[in-house]
């Protein structure tokens, strides 16, 4: 036979799932767009067509909508290790199961006497408006023996309107662009971490702190660093993030340099001290990079984009 | 000649313009998407070419920045009442200028030491995070006498887990939906609101108090509202703004009814006792609407969407 | 009461329908997005949230469906047709019905013999690929009397390398727009054109054939057009549609002036002879107008875009 | 050092360039979205913000807009190895380059002689409508010795509306999927595929014919696939393609199986002998796997999605 099947997987990609708690007469969200992919022995279903070892889509499916009500989610994490640890160890030909899960965030409704609008006493207690913010992520591995959890976030656009730089860089022929000494740094961050959790026998690590944490450290690191180029914006954040969290060995972003171009409003008898700005859509900058605890190897995929 | 020209328009659209203030070491953002459409004697470009009345959309670009210089952005209705009265005054074929603006909110990014993540005394002064919610809008007209302000917002997406109860309706020979007595009411606002301010003799409305003022009282009717159908939240949310806010005389709702559906697990022996919910994404339902203070005019085209 | 109810309408939105039509071996499919917004006596459902007039959006989708077996498909205007005249005629309070249809064409795959790709006798008969160029898009409207018809087209991105010329303009203290003499230009068309048949009592015109020609003299016109400015193109594409076809009087187009600036490689030591160009996103050109039959009223309304 | 710097890349994404070719009256388009990466010796302006060795992304955008003058465009792949050859033996830090690139096709309109409305001989030589069909795309990578090509396709839509089921799959406790023994097959084709081309020595594979027919042989091997699975009619449009062209050794498919339900118009006394269907956007299964010509090693990574 002259051509052969290559790595493959399957299952069912983006159920979205929305889990309501309700402690008393208050309730919580959990709202989360959860993907599958299995895994195994599927040379058959390949090469003939034969299903005998094809557990369905729509399987995978039900599978998560059913698990929502037996386990409840507690983290996407933790929903995803179930959902993974099921399919591998009920369905003999499933060697490895990968489930990827977005979250999309939810905040409160004040009531009409609250001061503040959404945070406070006077809650409605089943009223939401959802966040808005960034997508937290994550995808769960499995393989019958080992875990490997990769979480992170995207969408999360950031500014700094000083303390940035950009100049000393190489030029060639082709090389028109002016040094700068003063301008807005913006970017949206898309990052990937993986925890060092990888056995049973190990503790898990606490999601819902973790995830807060490592955000709250990743714009801390982007607010507080005065830069030279956002690779070194992205270094201090990646670098802030594993010295902070024990559980977190490494991490990748990417980051697109979000361009803000001063106005020449000479033409026009004005001058612009770094007040207007054009942002810019295509093309950017685009600045990837994977940030490791020392004496560790590298597992998160480099391709972050497909541009 | 057999055809005429009707209704025309021109203008640069989604101009993105960013404007620093700087008070000390405290910036400020404005970040917005400004669109310009002009209206007057411009029959000769259609039926000849003739641009000797065309001021170039370029031109109308260069003025966006320019102004965001010499007038600042006080807010984006304030904006664009700058440079529609620019137009329509300087430009003797103009006769109509209609300015919309979307705007994005930022929120500063806490330093280290700060408790609270977003919000406290040790903000990063120039570092910002976009907030990610709701994108706000405004639309001004003018005539050269007659102001026309509408103001909005769109990606709102609120959610009520209870309070929502949907019956009594009609049924004919292809009505299969079961009655509802507690169901999620989900939905992402888009909302129009016209402002009665019309003449440079009348006092402004503060533009940025109105909007918040508005949005808060928009969210509440929201939560605060036992629901029988949609059409009655979207009811209570306009007749609560028109109550409320004395400068706001109309407001038009288009309310896609964002369908959760409570998943069947009765054939995986479980009971499903309003906990989880598979989100669904078309088709939906859609429900629009004006609510008019009693006694005025509606103005707000019916026309929200296309679809 | 301070507040009141203003236009209102409701019902399900994007309805995804495909219809397979089965000719022996040869399949033909229709593959259309239905939205449905009904008007009428609703003033309960707002205020106090009866449904008694409400027929459920649910059932408009399960009509959708039912009807795409009792009627078949024959075009988009047909089948919305249809589905306006029923709920106008079904149901007592509803007193008007809006339907809106995009439609997404498909062409055969050939087989391996054939010389042409596409086109040929040895078409695999049930076998398609998405053409995935324009969508096609129609809006029938029913008052019980009189019918409005107003089709269209959108996302149809066209280019002209050269014979587009733009001087001659107003220069204001904010121009630095330098005239060209030979251009590219570029859009991408958005169009509506109304009908004037109105009444059962006249022939329907074919729609099928009407939208074909239609297409056909938009595009020649595009192409024929030496353009002074892209109002003239417009107005040329109007007025030859209105010319050739006696079934359409009115016709409103949204023309995104897709820049393509010319490069400056002067500092590569290159000289650019219209060869090589920065094709830009934002900001845009927006050029919108109706070109009509001398005599008749205009119908559609003006915004075709929300910016 | 308790971090260390991991994978990195950087450079200008979405470098959007139109080059019109003039062959008398007769122009031709290459319509391209081009992104550049570059790795090297970069842990300089990581650690410290040194640009000592960074040419900037500027300057790479410059370079694609200069290249497209010096040496045309004849070819995605052939402009991508012109680029990334300069970058990898014009610049000594810079190690390996990454150029991908998006290719959006173009047809002639006809004018208003021709019967035919796109293809004859009485075009308008300097007209063009945009295909709007797949999106072709191409990455290139050098790191001064080897080549790797992987080209590829997506946004291909296509559907089979007979000659599918599926049945003989496992059934679990979460299994409710009923067997289908004639069912639409559709799908948005994603695919990449890598030339066995890698060195300079060789003589490169004609890359405009090589990808008309890899894409006419999909497209046949997609129709004429009696299917009993998604995976069984992938790895027949795959093995097609190593069987016909010998200078492909590898290509992976992600096939989102684009759902098509069966309408139950049974409440409304109809039957439905496959002919109405619901197409459904989410939740989707999804296939994806590798098809290699026997004796040769992956190379293409398995991620060509993030759900």
């Known amino acids: ?74 983290s996407a994490e933790q929903f995803g290790i179930h959902l993974a640890r099921h399919f591998v160890t009920s369905q003999e030909p499933i060697k490895t199961a990968r489930i990827r899960i977005e979250e999309y965030a939810w905040e409160r409704i004040a009531t009409s006497d609250g001061n503040s609008q959404f945070i406070g006493a006077d809650e409605v207690k089943h009223s939401f408006v959802r966040k808005g913010q960034e997508t937290r992520t994550t995808q769960i591995t499995f393989d019958g023996e080992k875990w490997q959890v990769i979480s992170g976030l995207k969408d999360l656009v950031v500014m700094n309107s000083t303390s940035s730089e950009f100049w000393g860089y190489v030029k060639d ?69 594993i010295n902070s969290r024990s559980e977190v060995d490494e991490i990748r972003f990417s980051l697109p340099n979000k361009h803000h171009f001063l106005v020449d409003l000479e033409p026009f008898g004005l001058k612009n001290d770094n007040e207007v700005y054009f942002a810019a859509d295509r093309p950017y900058g685009l600045i990837e990079a994977t940030v490791l605890r020392d004496g560790t190897e590298p597992q998160i995929p480099v391709d972050m984009t497909n541009l």
Chains 1, 2, 3, 4 share one sequence.
């Open 1 to 74: 036979m002259p051509t052969i099947l290559g790595q493959n997987q399957y299952g069912k990609a983006e159920n979205r799932v929305v889990r309501i708690t309700r402690d008393g007469d208050t309730h919580h969200i959990k709202d989360l767009n959860v993907s599958v992919a299995l895994s195994g022995d599927m040379d058959d279903v390949h090469y003939s067509g034969s299903n005998a070892n094809v557990l369905p889509t729509d399987t995978t499916k039900n599978t998560v909508y059913a698990f929502a009500k037996e386990h409840g989610i507690e």
């Open 173 to 241: 022929k082709y090389t028109t662009l002016k040094e700068a000494y003063d301008r807005i740094l913006a970017t949206e961050v898309s990052a990937k971490w993986r925890y060092n959790w990888t056995s049973d026998d190990a503790r898990m690590p606490n999601w819902e702190k973790s995830y807060e944490q490592t955000r709250k450290h990743m714009l801390q690191a982007f607010a507080e660093t005065y830069s030279l180029s956002l690779q070194q914006t992205l270094y201090q954040m990646g670098s802030r993030i």
